[in-house]
């Protein structure tokens, strides 16, 4: 089974401070995607990956970079967190080459600033 | 763009019973896939079901199916027999063959025994 696993459950901030999410996939998956999930706005897309060092914007980008040096791990990167940067964070990863290039999820962090 | 709605905030059903989550999405594309994902309060997103817009037949998934509706660009799903572990956040997805997937706002279910 694919396993997506993101280093922290849960994780309180204060404004300002710099905030890395972290991100392993254990499936050799060229793809990786960082969301955002808030009640009733569903999943936004704030980041995504095709390959080691490349990356895309997604829907939301600002306020947030990211990093992926090797190909199983994708780092989000809070640069300065500030409070409207309180939410869940949802990491996911795919392959072009499996199936219908389904997306498997992490687990979630839940990120509170303060 | 691409939009994926879900009208229904919060659907409840009995155990046993049917319950049926509705959604829409606006596309100008012809080869597209739809999904259902399943998040439960452990938060783990779980795929439930797909759909790829060129296949006519419903796609089904035990007591999970689906009404895919082309042409009035709806994509339905069915839980049948429902059971306690069926109480979630269901979220409806789209995905153009190239492209992201598009999440709409998601609808809760409650399950009562």
């Known amino acids: 089974d694919v396993k997506v696993t993101q280093s922290s459950r849960y994780l309180v901030k204060r404004t300002g401070e710099k905030v890395f999410l972290e991100c392993v996939q254990d499936m050799d998956h060229e793809n990786m995607f960082w969301y955002r999930q808030d009640p009733g706005l569903g999943l936004r897309l704030i980041y995504f990956?095709?390959?080691?060092?490349?990356?895309e914007k997604g829907d939301i980008p600002e306020g947030y970079s990211v990093s992926r040096e090797k190909k199983e791990r994708f780092s989000l990167i809070l640069e300065s967190a500030s409070t409207n940067q309180t939410s869940m964070y949802l990491c996911?990863?795919?392959?072009?080459?499996?199936?219908?290039?389904?997306?498997?999820f992490g687990p979630g962090t839940r990120l509170t600033v303060l | 763009a691409q939009t994926v709605t879900q009208s229904q905030p919060e659907m409840s059903v009995q155990e046993a019973e049917t319950v049926t989550l509705s959604c829409t999405y606006d596309t100008s594309e012809s080869d597209y896939y739809l999904f259902w994902y399943k998040q439960p309060p452990s938060r783990q997103m779980i795929l439930v079901i797909r759909?790829?817009?060129?296949?006519?037949q419903n796609a089904t998934e035990n007591r999970f199916s689906v009404n895919f509706q082309k042409a009035a660009k709806s994509f339905s799903l069915k839980i049948s027999d429902s059971q306690l572990g069926d109480a979630a956040m269901y979220f409806c997805a789209y995905r153009a063959s190239w492209g992201k997937l598009q999440f709409g706002a998601g609808t809760q279910v409650v399950v009562t025994p």
């Open positions: 990956s095709y390959d080691v060092k490349m990356k």
């Open positions: 996911a990863s795919s392959s072009p080459s499996m199936g219908y290039n389904e997306q498997f």
């Open positions: 759909q790829e817009a060129y296949k006519q």
